[in-house]
Each structure stands twice: as structure tokens, then as C-alpha cells.
């Protein structure tokens, strides 16, 4: 698995802790697993310095993080540069007022959710997520975001699949990410 | 506790309580839904919340918090990472990929499940569980088998809310339960 530039020495320790599971959730894919991350205290604290470190003078005010694995990552971030933590969830866990925003699966759709009142007009968000794929998650979210008049400035992953091509989804927000699995 | 001590403290809590928004009749009529979701749009209240956490449990020797899928995934990591332990996620059936332990568990109507993955935890190993709120204590025993069954010793369970009502806390096979607020 390469990583991103290879200047920072952090990078391959961040690299060697996530596992790589074949066939999950069906044949033929191969799950970049970042649970093993988070068992090694260092390169879990490693990946959110290095994301503090690039959006900690950005005047980010929110932090949205999808469901599920996007609130492990999400809150560490937002606690460090002081800002909202909005969870971004699957239908129906999120109680009282939401926008919904439909987006494609390889197969059918699903919908993600957000809060009605979360995001204000003019707040600066930062999406985040462990992992892009093709992209569809992460442009859905920027959608919600942009609904109610913030300023989507950037999407954060942990991984990467280039082959899949999801930073040409985004709307033309940039993309960033620590690990790219070729 | 030393009084200004305490009166920091209680500012803390209250700061915390107040920023917890109920939502009437969810996810079905008569139950008043406890949402922290509008305390993490509050940066100083969420501060509060994991540093009153991490004050509790710094420097008592825990290895592992494990956080309840999904909303223990929010306080967890933050606590797991101030005091230097790991962070272990407890979810969903077939969420996890790889190899699992699962515990069944009773809900008011049918049951669920709780996976853990194999070697997450080794034996020995002091844990804390995390959630955002007990309600029958039904998830947090689930947590709690899943780690003595790969031999750690779960030293505390923590949780933002406590629906004290509901009795939980007697449900937890002995282990004490830390709250930040109690909801009536």
C-alpha cells in the first residue's frame, strides 16, 4: 500500500496498521480494514494530528462525519480545532427535524441524513469519512451541506481507492487523504 | 473534592445537561428521545463532556475503551486517545470484517446482536465501555460479555445520560456505571 507523499515519517506507520480483508463484504472486494488502526494508540493519534495539523488555521466551523466510521474520525478532529461535530446518518437514527438527500449504490440507492438546524449559512465545513470509493457517500453529504448554505471546503479520508475515481464525483471540492490503496 | 473544585465541576455538568435536546415520541410514541447530538454542536460542552471523562479514568492503568456502534463511536475515540489506550468498536451484526465474537442480547421486543473482533483484545487487558446514554443496561451487558469472554477485565462502564428509571445500572453483571447526567 503506498502513501501520500512519503515525506511525512508518520505516514507508513498510519499505512502498516490497516488490515486488508479479501472477500467482505462479497467476493471479489478487498476491505481496507482501519479497525487495526485504532488498535495502535500511535498511529490513531498519528492520522488526527496530521488532519488537525492541515485544517486547525482553515476558520473550519464544522465537522460533519458520516455514519459509521466517519464519527470515529470526525469528533477527535472537531475537539481539537474547537468547532461543531455534525454526524451525517443513515435513515431514520436521527430524531426530530431532517433534510434527506438520496444518492446511488452500485446497486439501488440509500439516503443520508442531516439535522435541520445543525449548519448555519456560511459555516465552513470539512466532510470526513475513513475511506472514499467511488465517491457517491461523500458527495452526498457535500450536497446536504450545501443545501442549507455552508461552504463545503474540503472531504478528509483516511484511504483512498484511486482505480475507483471518486475525487471526480466531489462537485469540485478538493479531496484529501493520508493512504492511497492501489 | 475542594469546593471551587466542585463548583467547576457543576458548571461542567450543567453546561452539559443544558445542551442535551429532548425530542418527544422518538423513535415511537411515549419515549422522550435523549439527543446528544445538539451538545456536539456546542464545542465547549463537548470539551467538557470528554474531559470530565478522561479526568476519571486517566492514570487507572485502561488499555482498551471499547465504544457501542454508533453513537459510543462519538465519545469513545477522544477518551481512548487522551488517556493512551486503544480503541475498540463493538457493532451491528456484519458490520465488522473478518473474524467476530457475537452476544445476543433481549430488547423490549425480540433481540439483537453485538460483535467484537477476534483479537482486538487480549486477556488481561483493563477495559472501559462507552456509550452515550444506558437505558435497561440490555446493550451495555452485551458489551461487557464480549469483553471478559476474551479475557479482559471491564473496569467501568461510561455514559453521558442515564435514564436512572430503568434500572440499568443493576443490570451491568456487578461492574460500577460513571454518568455525567441523569434524566427523569
Not at chain 1, 511525512?8 to 487495526?36: C, E, N, Y
Not at chain 1, 478532529?77 to 461543531?84: D, P, Q, S, T
Not at chain 1, 435513515?91 to 448555519?120: C, N, R, W
Not at chain 1, 467511488?134 to 483516511?158: P, Y
Request: glycine fraction near 10%.
Amino acid at each position: 500500500m503506498a502513501s501520500e507523499g512519503g515525506e511525512d515519517p508518520r505516514l507508513p506507520r498510519i499505512a502498516s496498521t490497516i488490515r486488508v480483508i479479501p472477500d467482505f463484504p462479497k467476493p471479489g472486494i478487498m476491505f481496507q480494514d482501519i479497525t487495526t488502526l485504532l488498535l495502535d494508540h500511535e498511529a490513531f493519534r498519528h492520522t488526527i494530528d496530521m488532519f488537525v495539523e492541515r485544517y486547525r488555521d482553515k476558520r473550519i466551523t464544522v465537522v460533519a462525519g458520516i455514519e459509521a466510521r466517519g464519527f470515529i474520525f470526525g469528533p477527535p478532529i472537531a475537539l481539537a480545532i474547537g468547532c461543531k461535530f455534525v454526524p451525517m446518518r443513515k435513515p431514520k437514527k436521527l430524531p426530530g427535524e431532517v433534510i434527506s438527500e438520496e444518492y446511488s449504490l452500485e446497486y439501488g440507492t440509500d439516503i443520508m441524513e442531516m439535522h435541520v438546524g445543525a449548519v448555519q449559512p456560511g459555516d465552513r465545513a470539512l466532510v470526513i469519512d475513513d475511506l472514499i470509493a467511488t465517491g457517491g457517500t461523500l458527495a452526498a453529504a457535500i450536497r446536504l451541506l450545501e443545501r442549507v448554505g455552508a461552504e463545503v471546503v474540503e472531504c478528509a479520508c483516511v484511504i483512498e481507492l484511486p482505480e475507483l475515481q471518486g475525487y471526480q464525483r466531489l462537485g469540485g471540492k478538493p479531496l484529501f487523504v493520508l493512504v492511497k490503496a492501489a | 473534592m475542594a469546593v471551587c473544585e466542585e463548583k467547576k465541576q457543576d458548571t461542567r455538568i450543567q453546561r452539559i445537561a443544558s445542551s442535551i435536546r429532548v425530542v418527544p415520541d422518538f423513535p415511537k410514541k411515549g419515549i422522550m428521545f435523549q439527543d446528544i447530538t445538539t451538545l456536539l454542536l456546542e464545542p465547549k460542552a463537548f470539551k467538557d463532556t470528554v474531559d470530565l471523562f478522561v479526568e476519571q479514568y486517566t492514570g487507572r492503568g485502561i488499555s482498551v475503551v471499547a465504544g457501542v456502534e454508533a453513537r459510543g463511536f462519538i465519545f469513545g475515540p477522544p477518551i481512548a486517545l487522551a488517556i493512551g489506550a486503544k480503541f475498540v468498536p463493538l457493532r451491528k451484526p456484519r458490520k465488522l470484517p473478518g473474524e467476530v465474537i457475537s452476544e445476543n442480547y433481549i430488547l423490549e421486543y425480540g433481540s439483537d446482536c453485538l460483535e467484537m473482533h477476534v483479537g482486538a483484545v487480549q486477556p488481561g487487558e483493563r477495559a472501559l465501555v462507552v456509550d452515550d446514554l444506558i437505558a435497561t443496561g440490555g446493550t451495555l451487558c452485551a458489551a461487557i460479555s464480549l469483553l471478559e469472554r476474551a479475557g479482559a477485565e471491564v473496569l467501568e462502564c461510561a455514559c453521558v445520560i442515564e435514564l436512572p428509571e430503568l434500572k440499568g445500572r443493576g443490570r451491568l453483571n456487578g461492574k460500577p456505571l460513571y454518568v455525567l447526567v441523569e434524566s427523569h
